[in-house]
């Protein structure tokens, strides 16, 4: 018997696949096209050549740890030791589904908020839990905080939250958090929040991060991806941050899943990540290719929705076709040679918004060629 009736392939997969097949431009699944940094690679190879290449603690490399710790004490002026609160891990989703394993019980529920990344619901039901996908408004994807309360019961043990938001790009604001607050502690909730983007953040707005609400973040598994820092999602490296005794209960997960992560990457990243102007122009950086995709796109009878942060805007075709968001993401791949993700893949309920998800972490030529065939719709 399956322990996931309902889970089929990963909708990154299956439309990456497509595009493959057809040759297509794939704006679909969240990657740059781009390198990543040539020093970060030289770094990476020296800790090779050093003879880094055996199993690191556990935990993460101290001295990784260490710099994280210094990058949340400077930007969310939070003091966390190295030693007890973070864990490195191979990625973020690993990160959020040793966080929620560390939590569920069987039957305890947990509150998401859909379109939803799709490992979320998987990683809930595979412990025995039940997801409780609530939906965002629409097209502005904010947070119904009067649902939430009245979807809250005693068996309610954690929320998930994530912003910048994928595949909207929305942002939590600061009537969000107060709202959070009051929830989480009524009801004594979790918190896992996904921050893996948590620099590509737009038009002068700011990260707001559980690490930086004392109150928040007692309650919380903060998770991060390196992939989406540096341009590198290949390389699977992540971390988790959560107070002591919730990172040992996680720490027990972890020990008999991963053990420990790659350790020339972690020598490399633990050098790499002292230069802070590595990230702290990412929000720049994307917000560059966003604004050229969007100018590209306004020849075409796509229409954008605002997208704040992420590496992701959605466009609707609601002028286009009648098609399922899905279909009409087929027809784009294989009549028009561009692969786009259907927005309906993040919702368990179905939904017929016609918007799909086109992703700008590319270079302009890619997106010039994108938006040249996306003309001809
Ligand atoms: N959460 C969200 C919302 C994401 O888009 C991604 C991207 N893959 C992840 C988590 C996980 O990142 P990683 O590749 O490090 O597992
Ligand atoms: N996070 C990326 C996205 O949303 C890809 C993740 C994946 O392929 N699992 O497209």
């Not at 007890?84 to 040793?98: F, K, Q, R, S, V």
């Not at 027809?331 to 993700?341: C, M, Q, R």
């Not at 939904?351 to 996306?374: D, G, I, P, Q, Y």
Request: aromatic residues 12%.
């Amino acid at each position: 018997m399956s322990k996931l009736p309902n889970v089929g392939t990963t909708i990154f997969t299956e439309m990456s696949a497509l595009s493959v097949m057809h040759q297509s431009i794939n704006l679909g699944q969240g990657f740059p096209d781009f390198e990543m940094n040539e020093k970060l690679i030289s770094l990476t190879t020296d800790a090779m050549r050093q003879g880094h290449n055996q199993y690191t603690h556990m935990n993460g490399l101290l001295a990784l740890r260490q710099q994280i710790a210094h990058k949340v004490n400077e930007l969310y002026h939070n003091t966390i030791s190295a030693d007890e609160e973070i864990t490195i891990t191979p990625g973020g989703t690993y990160a959020l589904y040793t966080a929620l394993t560390a939590i569920l019980q069987p039957g305890d529920e947990v509150i998401l908020f859909e379109p939803a990344y799709d490992s979320y619901i998987p990683n809930i039901e595979i412990n025995g839990a039940v997801a409780v996908p609530l939906p965002l408004s629409f097209p502005g994807y904010r947070i119904d905080w009067n649902l939430v309360k009245s979807s809250v019961n005693k068996k309610t043990k954690a929320i998930i939250i994530n912003s910048p938001h994928n595949p909207s790009g929305m942002l939590l604001q600061k009537e969000d958090i107060n709202a959070l607050v009051e929830i989480v502690q009524r009801h004594n909730l979790f918190i896992v929040s996904d921050e893996v983007y948590e620099h590509l953040v737009f038009d002068g707005h700011t990260h707001l991060s559980m690490l930086q609400f004392p109150e928040l973040y007692a309650r919380s598994f903060v998770c991060f991806s390196f992939g989406k820092v540096y341009h590198c999602t290949g390389w699977k490296m992540g971390y988790c941050i959560s107070p002591a005794a919730f990172m040992n209960e996680f720490r027990k997960v972890h020990q008999f899943n991963c053990f420990s992560c790659n350790s020339p990457v972690q020598y490399a990243l633990a050098n790499f990540l002292a230069d802070k102007n590595q990230y702290l122009h990412l929000g720049a950086f994307l917000q560059q290719k966003r604004d050229y995709f969007f100018h590209l796109m306004k020849d075409t009878r796509f229409k954008a929705l605002p997208a704040l942060g992420s590496y992701f805007q959605l466009y609707s075709y609601a002028e286009i076709s009648n098609k399922n968001e899905k279909d009409f993401a087929i027809e784009l791949t294989e009549s028009y040679g561009v692969t786009a993700i259907p927005v309906s893949a993040f919702y368990q309920t179905p939904v017929n918004n016609k918007v799909l998800r086109f992703c700008f972490a590319k270079n302009e030529s890619t997106l010039l060629a994108a938006a040249n065939r996306l003309q001809n719709v």
